[in-house]
């Protein structure tokens, strides 16, 4: 039977509600959807600088003779901790946030040295760590390529040995063993380039 007492087509009668409980049902649903898009408005943390940072990690840059002229590294932080992060409601992840800072470079003869500050940031519950390096190529104000260094190269347990595409719109490195033939015919301006811990 439908709502006004009539059977429906599957011969099964229909629940009823009565008008307060339609209201009922709609009061629950806006305090169930409520509670959850309110249930934690904290932001993504964010990290404290350490005004006493004294630990580094030195990267050495060496590019061969190419149009590249500046080097610039970028570290990338992230929370090592999740359990210190808000929760997103309904989906249910963890409200994060990767944080970039940019770190010193001295040119070294042929080379570019990035003084990486380890201990950037004081210790909190989110250990906030950087596992990844951005090293990015420039001619004068022109960003020519560019290579993501992860924490193999930063502990000293491997030397990216690279070959680097400077076409405007491909612009990044591969493994020289791999990719150096296929992106020098490629690209006239594809650059070799090595990223080492410097010891």
Same mark, same amino acid.
């Given at each position: 039977?439908?709502?006004?007492?009539?059977?429906?087509?599957?011969?099964?009668?229909?629940?009823?509600? /009565?008008?307060?409980?339609?209201?009922?049902?709609?009061?629950?649903?806006?305090?169930?959807?409520?509670?959850?898009?309110? /249930?934690?408005?904290?932001?993504?943390?964010?990290?404290?600088?350490?005004?006493?940072?004294?630990?580094?990690?030195?990267?050495?840059?060496?590019?061969?003779?190419?149009?590249?002229?500046?080097?610039?590294?970028?570290?990338?932080?992230?929370?090592?901790?999740?359990?210190?992060?808000?929760?997103?409601?309904?989906?249910?992840?963890?409200?994060?946030?990767?944080?970039?800072?940019?770190?010193?470079?001295?040119?070294?003869?042929?080379?570019?040295?990035?003084?990486?500050?380890?201990?950037?940031?004081?210790?909190?519950?989110?250990?906030?760590?950087?596992?990844?390096?951005?090293?990015?190529?420039?001619?004068?104000?022109?960003?020519?390529?560019?290579?993501?260094?992860?924490?193999?190269?930063?502990?000293?347990?491997?030397?990216?040995?690279?070959?680097?595409?400077?076409?405007?719109?491909?612009?990044? /490195?591969?493994?020289?063993?791999?990719?150096?033939?296929?992106?020098?015919?490629?690209?006239?301006?594809?650059?070799?380039?090595?990223?080492?811990?410097?010891?």
């Amino acid at each position: 039977m439908d709502m006004q007492g009539k059977e429906t087509s599957d011969g099964r009668a229909p629940v009823r509600l /009565c008008p307060n409980g339609r209201l009922h049902v709609l009061a629950f649903a806006v305090l169930v959807t409520t509670g959850i898009c309110g /249930c934690d408005s904290r932001p993504a943390p964010s990290p404290t600088l350490n005004p006493n940072s004294h630990i580094t990690k030195n990267l050495r840059i060496t590019v061969e003779k190419s149009e590249v002229n500046r080097v610039e590294v970028d570290a990338i932080w992230s929370v090592g901790n999740l359990g210190c992060a808000p929760i997103s409601l309904p989906a249910g992840n963890e409200r994060v946030k990767q944080v970039v800072t940019s770190e010193e470079v001295d040119k070294d003869g042929d080379s570019y040295i990035a003084k990486i500050a380890m201990d950037r940031f004081l210790p909190d519950n989110c250990h906030w760590n950087t596992g990844v390096v951005q090293v990015k190529f420039y001619r004068d104000g022109y960003l020519v390529s560019s290579t993501g260094v992860n924490g193999d190269v930063l502990r000293g347990d491997r030397i990216d040995v690279l070959t680097c595409l400077a076409m405007p719109s491909v612009a990044y /490195c591969g493994q020289r063993a791999s990719q150096e033939k296929f992106y020098k015919s490629e690209d006239k301006n594809a650059f070799n380039a090595t990223v080492e811990l410097a010891k």
